[in-house]
């Protein structure tokens, strides 16, 4: 059974710095992967999607690499903003079949202070 | 951009009654989900339609059903409502190779 794991479950940092959220997975055999930002009680935002064949994919101060066969993502933030403090979460999905679930980790919270 | 909207936004249901939820998918989406968060969890996967059929089913409690439309919309139906049940409940759409992408949720208070 795949199961993701987002470590740190929280992080504090100040404003301006570079940051990185990890993720693993227990089961490398996945299609691809996805991350998300979630505000409280709000939906979730997808931020980037690595097909299993890619090793990156950037989005503006965003920087999400896979490295399948480790079974592990990161999300590098460059230069933090109090905008960005939010959960980010990482989810998997195993196979190209239609509607096939993505799998989540349960997060890391994010708070970047002034 | 169309997003995924799910209506209602709230609602509130004693238990033992019944609720259904709604979602309109982005268009030409042609692939829905729906996943449960409790508060300070991570979504759980309760069910997925493709081209109107059940696709995949994960952790769907029996008094839940669901089904996706002609018009690609769903409805997720649940009856014999419990406060467990208490949680929001978030639509996502996509089509082949397209990122997930979730509606706002409908927060379902079940007192």
């Known amino acids: 059974k795949q199961e993701v794991t987002q470590i740190p479950a929280a992080l504090s940092v100040p404003e301006g710095e570079n940051l990185v959220l990890n993720c693993s997975f227990t089961d490398s055999a996945i299609y691809n992967l996805q991350w998300f930002r979630q505000d409280p009680g709000k939906g979730l935002t997808s931020l980037l999607l690595?097909?299993?064949?890619?090793r990156e994919q950037t989005s503006g101060r965003l920087n999400a690499s896979l490295d399948k066969s480790s079974g592990r993502s990161t999300l590098y933030i460059a230069a933090s903003q109090p905008g960005d403090s939010a959960t980010y979460l990482c989810a998997v999905r195993r196979t190209n079949q239609a509607g096939t679930a993505l799998i989540f980790g349960k997060g890391t919270t994010l708070s970047v202070s002034s | 951009a169309a997003g995924v909207i799910q209506s209602p936004r709230h609602l509130i249901k004693e238990k033992r009654e019944t609720a259904t939820l709604k979602c309109y998918p982005i268009?030409?989406?042609?692939?829905v989900y729906w996943y449960q968060q409790g508060p300070g969890q991570d979504p759980q996967f309760l069910i997925s339609f493709y081209e109107k059929m059940q696709s995949d089913k994960g952790s769907i409690p029996d008094r839940f059903s669901a089904q996706q439309f002609s018009d690609y919309h769903s409805e997720l139906n649940m009856s014999s409502l419990e406060l467990g049940d208490s949680a929001l409940y978030f639509c996502?759409?996509?089509?082949?190779?397209?990122?997930?992408?979730f509606g706002n949720g409908t927060r379902l208070t079940v007192t």
């Open positions: 268009p030409r989406h042609d692939t």
């Open positions: 690595i097909q299993s064949s890619q």
């Open positions: 996502a759409s996509r089509t082949l190779n397209s990122p997930l992408h």
